[in-house]
Structures are given as C-alpha cells and as structure tokens.
C-alpha cells in the first residue's frame, strides 16, 4: 500500500495521473447507504464496526476511489469525553449540556480513550484485508481541536462561533484548557488508528476560517502542529489537514508537519504551489456544488483542475469541501472517471480557458 497512487502522491512521489478521493464520499447520497440507515440511527452505524466498515466499502465498490476514508465522525472523541452527542435530523449534531465553563470542562472524563474507541480500531482492522484485496489505502481521520471544541462550546453547528468567540475573548484560559484535553485525546486516538493499520490521516478542521489569522494560529492551527509531532508515526505515513479557511491559512499550515494541505474550493491551486514549493502536497478543491451542474460544466471544471495540476507530483484531486445529501451518484462516478482517464501526457483542450 505504500506504492499506491493516493500515498505517492501525498509523499510527493506520483509520476501517473492523480488519485481521487472525495470528503463525505459514503453517506445519504448513495442507496446502498440509505438502505442501512433506514434500519440504524447514525450513531448505530458508527459504533458497529462491522457495519462502518461495510460503509467504508461502499464507494469504494460502487466508484472505485483511489483512497477509502474510514466511516466515522469528528465527533466520536468528543463523546468518548463524555459529552452527549445526538444527531437531530435536519439540525445535525447536538450537545445536550453545552460546554463553556471551567466547571463543566472538568466534568469531562479523558481516560481510556482507547477503550472507548476500541469499535473504530476494530473497524480499521476489519477494513484492511477488504482494502488490500482492491489495493486501495485507509485514510483514517480525527476533527482539529478547534472544530471539535466548537461543537461542545456552541452544542450544535454554528455559522457564525459567536458563543465560541465570546469565549475565546473573555475567557481563552477555559478555550485553551478545552483545546489542550482534545488535543491530548486527539493524540491518543490518532495513535490508535496508526496501530491498528491506516496508511494515512486526515485532521479535519471545519471552523477555523472564522477566525482571524492570529486566533487561527493560537487557538486552531497551534493545536494541529502540536498533534502530527505527537505522533507515533514510524512508517511516516502522510498527514493531510483539511481546513475551511485554507485558502487563506496555507503558509501556516504548510508549518504544521503536515505532509498534505487539503484546500477548500475559493484557492487557485497553481498559486498555492508556487508559493508554498514542492514539499508539500496539495489536496483538492473542486466546489462541491459543481456537483449540481450540468456534466458538459462539471467535466470541464474538473479538467481545468487536472489541467492545472498537470505533471506534480504531489497532487490529490478531492472537493473543496464534502459531498452534500442531495448530490447524484451519476456525477460523482463521472468526476472519479474524468480524473481516472486523464493522461499526463495528454494535452487537454478545456474550453473557455480563463486567463
Ligand atoms: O468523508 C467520509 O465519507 C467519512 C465519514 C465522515 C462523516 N463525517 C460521516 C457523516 C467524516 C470524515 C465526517 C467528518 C465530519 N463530521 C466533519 C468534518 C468535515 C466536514 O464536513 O466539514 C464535521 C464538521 C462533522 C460533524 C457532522 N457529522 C455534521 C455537521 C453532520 C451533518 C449532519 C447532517 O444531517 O447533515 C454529521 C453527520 C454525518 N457524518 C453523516 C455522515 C455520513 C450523516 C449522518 C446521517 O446518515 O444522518
């Protein structure tokens, strides 16, 4: 698996075309998903191994990715703190008994996190002998500190952090206290998933472009460049951070150790490359809601990209952000089959090229 197309290109290796993979690629937009969730809650679904590995699988199956992301969610460190996490239809995610105190803070319980997240371990081992038959790497992942913390601050998903920035202002001693308990279990977990065999990780940082340059620094990406160099990391295998806000954070994040900055859509990629160098690879940033528009539209958006990026190797064609609910199957298997099919050698003609 370490001569796979997702992790050379994470190493900045890749001399083929570009691996794809795609954020949200199991979920609700497929009928193989829905058929099982008809019968389980989601939160079912993540605490029965057997099943998210079977999850996992199903894009793999039905589109054939270049990478399979672990079926989880961001918040399982959260709850495995004790908080207590549900998931409302059409609200998303809900902490009943928010978290924006000292007091609070010190309710939450940090030990045998292992333990606790043993279903997901169990999951990656299940998955890996399923993977290697199609010669397709696990990407396992975690939520960034800041996002994961938002969540437990705000109770639910939130536009606007308001409750979080008033914290972070009036009380960042508590925010950091929160931070650095994620942190710590986010490490913890992290380690777990490189035990138990993913061949990479992704860090999913959700809310930090609401933050300004330096609160990102102190409160979000800090935290992130603390975690990959807790890592017990001896086959070295990449890292990418995910970011909302990427398109303005890159310099910081190519300075967390990271191996791979996933970039939201509103970055030009080719500018990013210039100005960072080769070292770091690049992972994105197709707008998802390209996803709605018509294939003559979507085919050629995705050639720019892969027109763009041409020849580096260190390149990873993903969304800029997740795939949505409503989104066609038929356009997702027409993205991965554009990527798939595009040669390096061939020269593309992309219609109404922009200067
Ligand atoms: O990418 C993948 O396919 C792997 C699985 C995955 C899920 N969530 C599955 C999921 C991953 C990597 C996540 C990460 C995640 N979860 C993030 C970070 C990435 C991002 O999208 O910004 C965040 C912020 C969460 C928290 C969360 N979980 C939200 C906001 C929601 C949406 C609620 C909704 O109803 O849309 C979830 C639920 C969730 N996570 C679903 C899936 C497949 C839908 C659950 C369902 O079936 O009802």
Known sequence: MNDTLYVNA??????????????????????????IRE?????????????????????????????????????????????????TEGKGPVFSQPIRSGQALALL???????????????????LPELEKRQVPLIGFAGAPFTVASYLIEGQSSSSLKIVKQLLYSDPAFVHGLLELLA???VRYLN????AGVHALQIFDTWAGLLSWEDARVFSVNYIADIISRLDNPANIPVTVFCKG?????????????????????ADLKRVREEIGPAVALQGNLDPYLL?????????????????????????????HGIMPDMSPEKVRLVVETVQSFSVNSSLSVSNRMP
């Open 292 to 320: 709605y528009a018509p294939d003559e539209v979507l085919r050629d958006r995705v050639n720019r990209i892969l027109s763009d990026m041409a020849g580096d190797s260190g390149f990873i064609f993903n969304l800029g």
């Open 10 to 35: 994470a190493l900045c290796r890749n001399t083929q075309r570009p691996p794809i993979w795609m954020m949200r690629q199991a979920g609700r937009y497929m009928k193989e998903y829905r058929a």
């Open 109 to 127: 319980n940090g030990t045998d996190i292992e333990l606790k997240l043993s279903h997901i371990f169990e999951e990656i081992r299940l998955l």
């Open 192 to 195: 777990g998933q490189i035990r």
């Open 246 to 266: 990427s398109s303005a954070f890159y310099p910081m994040l190519a300075g967390t150790g990271a191996q791979v900055i996933g970039l939201e859509w509103q």
């Open 39 to 87: 019968r389980y809650s989601f939160l079912e679904m993540l605490r029965l191994p057997e099943l998210a590995a079977e999850i996992t699988l199903q894009p793999i199956d039905a589109f054939g990715m270049d990478a399979a992301i672990l079926f989880s969610d961001i918040l399982v460190t959260a709850e495995a703190l004790g908080a207590s996490l549900s998931f």
């Open 184 to 186: 710590n279990v986010t």
